[in-house]
């Protein structure tokens, strides 16, 4: 997320459902959570994330690993379901 992104009224990207992937000007639904750290600086149970489509889970995990910050990537949760609206009962 960029200041314009704020600006801009868009969703943090760690919102859930109707979370946008992390590469640069993609704005697909996130599929994927990329969990990495950076050990010249983050303690080593420290996991920050970055949000994936299925399109950039490639080339995201790529950057991560050749950089030696990739921990693991997992799926985003489900969106919770909710009951029947009331009018629908």
Known sequence: MSIFDLAAGLPPASAGPGA?????ACRAQASWQLLWNNPKIHPPE????WLACAEHRGWLEDYLQTRGLWKETIPMPAAPTT???????
């Open 20 to 24: 946008v992937c992390s590469r640069k």
């Open 46 to 49: 420290r996991r920050k994330t």
């Open 83 to 89: 009951g029947p609206m009331e009018h629908e009962r």
